[in-house]
């Protein structure tokens, strides 16, 4: 299984492998146990019907204590092995609010309580980034590279997304041209 993930203010990605067992929830936790090596417990379940799949995830993981005050767990508090997470049982958002009641004894977990922040999975590349890009490799590689694609130009694929970012052989030359002539 390989991963890959960007940083908020990292330059390059972080990627890791590790050896997948084809179960995801075993995949998961052997990821943070190995990679990560942050204490964490992954739970993943499915629920298929006629009329939909219903497939739910569950990830705990120690986080640096913030505040004095505040109540931290341990992970071995929790009560996983005594609580089965099943995709089934939860069916709307009270379900997992009771359902991280009864494994976080005395949390205490309500509506009003329980910060939701927004998760965000989309790529923020776009064909400016891709033109920073062309320009860091200076103006000795950059000519090469014109002279070797000619009139087609040049087209650079996202590795996360799969777009293809199209560089005609004149935004090719505008680039080139913008650059110092002595950076190599």
């Excluded at 997470?85 to 379900?95: P, S, V």
């Excluded at 996202?158 to 199209?166: E, L, S, Y």
């Excluded at 505008?174 to 002539?181: A, D, M, Y």
Aim: overall charge negative; proline content about 5%.
């Amino acid at each position: 299984m390989h991963i890959s993930k960007i940083l908020y203010g990292a330059a390059k990605p972080y990627n890791t492998s590790i050896e997948a067992s084809g179960v995801p929830e075993l995949d998961w936790q052997r990821f943070f146990d190995v990679s990560e090596q942050v204490p964490t417990i992954v739970r993943i379940d499915s629920e298929a019907a006629e009329d939909h799949t219903r497939s739910c995830g569950l990830i705990v993981q120690k986080m640096p204590p913030t505040e004095a005050h505040e109540r931290h767990y341990d992970i071995e508090e929790l009560a996983f092995d005594k609580l089965p997470f099943l995709a089934a049982e939860l069916k709307k958002n009270t379900d997992l609010l009771e359902y991280l009641n009864e494994l976080i004894p005395g949390a205490d977990i309500t509506d009003k309580n329980c910060k939701r922040v927004p998760l965000d999975y989309y790529c923020r590349c776009s064909k400016d980034t891709y033109a920073e890009r062309l320009k860091g490799m200076g103006s000795t590689d950059l000519k090469q590279i014109a002279t070797d694609v000619g009139n087609a130009g040049v087209d650079l694929t996202c590795h996360f997304c799969n777009d293809a970012h199209h560089f005609s052989a004149d935004e090719l030359e505008s680039i080139i041209e913008s650059l110092p002539q002595t950076k190599q």
